[in-house]
């Protein structure tokens, strides 16, 4: 497509901006670097809980319809007339099933995308188990990195991988970070890979206080109730715990039961031994226990501050 072309992202040179994970890392040390992908944002949210009421309601309705009957079935017609309202019911109940809960829940927590500058690959998480990673060369004439858009809102960016094949044709696409509204969050995701891979970790950022780890995947309520924060936005935080309590807290609560359906995505063996880390690595970062831990440093919640002030007057 033209705009993933014009989209398109060199790993010679990330421009002249300013690195910053887009809250999309939950690793980083002297061996490589972790994203989670697109998909993260948005699991458990508004689709997965409408979805899943609707699939509670189906189910209430078919149990009062059952309870109400009375014993009432006594011919033919009504055994047909209940069979029909079954399978009526049953292909509701498949129909949100496919739509897209069965992408959500009793899936992985996240897709994680690794980047090695030791090994200089980039490993792809798909499913634990054989064949669930794709590996690729840093650099590979294969992999194309690029600007995406949402299929459903174009405003939305991501950071996006096409594999291709020797025709140039895609194979499979991979996301790593979250989405935003704005190329140069993207971008800024990007600048701090390229200068991870190609500078090593002692170069990737401009102040000692942006060398922090934001984002924790772990499936918690506290974090849940974060993140649903984060995607509701400032015009409504006011009113998290007021008017807007009953949305926050079911999307919340949305969020909290489709990560307990989930696994954690599991690296094969060989691929950690690769991917090992020194004890003492002095570059490494600590993980989070929850999101935003570290901002309760007034230091680095200042410096963050900062930082998107500066944002907001560059663009």
Not at 31 to 53: H, N, P, Q, W
Not at 194 to 219: A, N, Q, W
Not at 276 to 296: G, H, N, Q, T, V
Request: charged share 20%.
């Amino acid at each position: 497509m033209e705009s993933e072309l014009i989209g398109a992202l060199s790993i010679e040179s990330a421009g002249n901006i300013l690195p910053d994970d887009a809250l999309g890392m939950i690793c980083f040390n002297s061996s490589y670097i972790e994203f989670v992908d697109r998909s993260f944002k948005v699991k458990g949210m508004a689709s997965t809980l409408l979805l899943m009421a609707g699939e509670v309601f189906l189910a209430c309705v078919y149990i009062y319809f059952i309870a109400h009957m009375d014993g009432r079935v006594s011919d033919y017609g009504d055994w047909a007339a209940l069979a029909t309202f079954t399978l009526g019911l049953a292909t509701c109940v498949a129909l949100l099933w496919n739509l897209h809960l069965r992408k959500d829940l009793f899936q992985f927590t996240h897709y994680p995308v690794r980047f090695n500058r030791i090994t200089r690959k980039i490993y792809f998480f798909r499913h634990n188990g054989p064949g669930g990673v794709i590996v690729v060369p840093w650099g590979s004439p294969h992999a194309f990195f690029h600007i995406g858009r949402g299929g459903q809102d174009p405003n939305l960016r991501d950071l996006r991988c096409h594999l291709l094949d020797r025709h140039r044709q895609v194979q499979q696409t991979f996301t790593i970070g979250h989405f935003w509204n704005h190329d140069d969050d993207i971008r800024e995701q990007w600048a701090l890979i390229c200068r991870y891979m190609k500078d090593g970790p002692e170069h990737c950022f401009d102040d000692p206080l942006d060398r922090v780890i934001t984002l924790s995947p772990k499936g918690t309520l506290r974090n849940c109730w974060m993140l649903v924060c984060l995607m509701m936005g400032t015009t409504l935080f006011p009113l998290r715990y007021t008017l807007m309590f009953p949305i926050y807290g079911a999307l919340t609560l949305s969020r909290w039961i489709t990560f307990k359906t989930c696994r954690a995505p599991v690296f094969p063996p060989e691929l950690e031994a690769e991917c090992a880390i020194a004890p003492d690595d002095p570059y490494a970062l600590p993980e989070p226990r929850f999101m935003a831990e570290f901002a309760s440093d007034p230091a680095i919640y200042a410096r963050a501050l900062q930082r998107h002030r500066e944002r907001m007057l560059w663009r």
